[in-house]
């Protein structure tokens, strides 16, 4: 490492350490000044540690049973040569460990609520709220299930787990990563609960998502017709199935799947408890702990052979989920006699997640389906039982504690019925506003996937060793959680979707709201059979694709979900497909930056009715028709559109019942705009005329025009959507104080909904990363990029945050896929290592 590279990043480390300093914001105690200057064990010795050792070289780790070679390429990317199964994953388990090491301790961190042993205080009412979800209550049923099996899952988390502690026993505080030094705690121990709390974070992160408190809310509020038609059961507007409906199935669906919607309460007291909590979890938005939110999603597609200009299948897949640094992903090649696998894993998680493999490839986008609910009880004073079918249940308390970095632990009290873990109001309003009559309490029960047996790691393990579509499936039998729409492609010509995972059967159907929690009526009493999922393979168009949109059409016999989501995305990737004969390998690429927004040709006819409009206003106008719709960074069109978006939705759900998130979607607006034009919603609550849309949208463009120029200048043609909307790599923490281990905001192409999606003026959530695979060649060719880099170590000399600048040149790079070690020619490869057991 060259001087001015150290002292480049040492004083990265000052500037975060005078941060934290001059802003602690319950982030923990802080660092001594040694961890700064003192010139052996302080941030010298940290970016000392950072640097990759060059060459050649041998290490001893204990667990192994044979030895192990590892060769880094020029990515850092490791390719890890192993005699067993076994010796891989306790080597993938290593390097995970020595690459992000604090990763593997934070994420953890979140899914079980220990975020206040590390950053202190400040993060108690986080914890409190991750701890209440019943997130690490499920990992350790799970936990307790494959211990009992003994079977593949508990032989991997226990691999993975040894592997990580050869390289963190006996590691010295002095050679922890920076953000340990910094933060002033040490990694708690990894075993096989680590790792099960992983793979709830990921649940967590795609479904725990609830609109159970909003729609009881605007229930309330809102007459039945208006309900119905502002938030409809299926998606508003224009969509593209995932699955063609051609190819819907005749199988007979489960009988009880077909019941109709449970029952809602109306219960005050328990719709308070439910918005409190959301209200809790809306202080996490940002964070790693924030469940999922819209922005959320991904994209992939695939071409069968007859229709790919290489004649073989052909996969592209981007996920679409938080940016930061170190990336979400990390990569890795495992090579055994029994398995060739090339993909990537998220640190803790003892398999690949997303992989390729000589004959098979994979990719995955968020179903999207509703995994969670929530019920309205009554619990006796004492919160010792709770009424259920006409009897007292008793109700388990847990007393918990929360341990607190420079502080005093925190006693806290878990519940839990048979429904899962139980909610109530504030401690200091017992009874809470609202209980029944004879000092009963109201609380509230949520019942989620993540609290069920989850064999999702014996899933990916089964998919890693396929060599077919009938081993991919036999193998994706047994995924759970979360629900996916998992896209294959194979050298064997197929191409096939579904989604898959936990979908309750619940015995009443379903309910928008809370349910009633004395009652059988909103039990989960089954799941939706495995080959009753929505499914395709080669469909007649030889393309399929999904973009987080309803999988179906309306012939599906079972229930999915209440709220889908627009389908903007869907209808441009299948113009996409569908606009082609043949798609080329760089025609995929292509298609992951593709950036042309739906929405305008949506609103174009509001646009068009809006008549004479001031002159300025016209301008932006007539802008907004002649556009092509590309929303490139460096076209004023873009920032146009969203203004006078944000205007139009603003003048139209101005009604006391809406707030910001309770809006309807603008699919909706359309679909009013066009069926009644004169409809009430449309009437300006402030004015005393009655306004149509096409008084809403010229007051829109006024008031667009008014705003635009008084920030932006008058000149239209000068201003810049780039200047106004950027992308952010945060750090894993979000932290302000970390905020030197940021990078950008850059700016960045797209738009709300887009293929390359970039929703809001700071995109904090897109692609994490992209892949295209060709099966036309042995072994199949590949690109990929992911936002950051392979190492976690802000101090590392290369690999911390290397691919950014080909990431937002929606470029790739190849992926290597050596099946043996002298494959790889010597100037692509980084570093050599050999991993050897313990003598005997």
Known sequence: MSVPRILKLLLAGVASVLLLVAGNVGIGPMPPLEVLFDPADGLFRAARQAQPVPGE???????????????????????????????????????????????????????????????????????????????????????????????IEQELVSWYAAGVRAHTDGLEPEDLPLEFRLLGYEPEPFDALQAMRVLQYMTYDLTYSSDDARYGALQAKLDSASF?????????????????????????????????????????????????????????????????????????WAVHGSRSASGAPMLAGDMHLGLSLPPIWYEAHLVTPTMNAHGLTVPGAPVLVQAMTPNTAWAFTNTGSDQIDH????????????????????????????????????????????????????????????????????????????????????????????????????????????????????????????????????????????????????????????????????????????????????????YMNHDWRDGWRSVRIDSLLAGSDRHSFDDLQAYQSDVDVQQLDAFRPIFEATGTLPNDADTLRAMLLAWDGVASAERPEPL???????????????????TGEDRPEDAVLVDLAVSDPEASWFDVQDTPEVETVADVARRAFVSASDSLRAEHGDDPSAWRWGDHHRVIFRHLTRSEQLRPLWRGPMPYPGFDATVSPARGRETTHSASQRLVIDFSVDPPRAVAVIPGGQSGDPLHPGHYDDQLDTYLQFEYYPVRFPSTPSELPDSLVTQRSSLQPAAQ
Do not use: C
């Open 640 to 658: 146009i559109l969203d203004v006078v978006l944000s205007e139009i939705r603003r003048l139209t759900w101005d009604e006391d019942v809406f």
């Open 228 to 300: 119905r038609s502002l938030y409809p059961q299926n998606p508003a507007g224009l969509y593209v199935p995932i699955i063609p409906p051609s190819e819907m199935g005749s199988d007979t669906p489960s009988a009880r799947s077909v019941l109709p919607g449970g029952r809602v309460t109306r219960n005050g007291a328990a719709a308070s408890i439910l918005t409190a909590r959301h209200a809790a979890r809306a202080e996490l938005r940002g964070t790693l702990a924030e469940g999922y939110i819209p922005g959320k999603g991904s994209n992939n």
């Open 375 to 558: 019920y309205a009880m009554e619990v006796r004073p004492d919160r010792s039982a709770y009424r259920f079918d006409g009897e007292w249940r008793p109700l388990r308390a847990v007393v918990d504690t929360i341990r607190v970095n420079g502080g005093e632990a925190v006693i806290d009290t878990l519940y839990y019925s048979h429904w899962g873990p139980v909610h109530f109001a504030d401690s200091d309003e017992e009874p809470p506003a609202g209980g029944l009559a004879d000092g009963r309490l109201t609380a509230v029960a949520e019942q989620w996937v993540a609290h069920k047996p989850s064999s999702t790691l014996r899933a990916l393990w089964g998919m890693a060793h396929a060599d077919s579509l009938a081993d991919f499936e036999e193998a994706l039998r047994d995924w759970d959680t979360p629900m996916q729409n998992v896209l294959y492609a194979g050298r064997d010509g197929h191409i096939a979707i579904r989604s898959t995972g936990h979908l309750p059967i619940r015995r009443q159907g379903h309910g928008r709201g809370l349910l009633d929690g004395t009652s059988r009526g909103g039990e989960w009493v089954d799941r939706v059979p495995f080959d009753e999922l929505p499914y395709s393979r080669n469909p007649d168009q030889a393309y399929l694709f999904s973009a987080n949109q309803k999988p179906t059409d309306d012939t599906y016999p079972h």
């Open 57 to 151: 070289h041998t290490l001893t780790i204990e667990a192994l049973d044979e030895p192990v070679t590892v060769i880094r390429d020029e990515r850092y990317v490791p390719h890890i040569y192993a005699s067993s199964d076994r010796d891989a994953i306790i080597a993938l388990g290593y390097l995970v460990a020595k690459d992000r090491l604090f990763q593997l301790d934070f994420v953890p961190r979140v899914a079980a609520g220990k975020l206040a042993e590390a950053f202190g205080e400040g993060s108690v009412e986080a914890d409190r709220f991750l701890r209440s979800t019943g997130m690490d209550w499920g990992a350790r049923r799970n936990l307790e299930r494959i211990q009992e099996e003994a079977g």
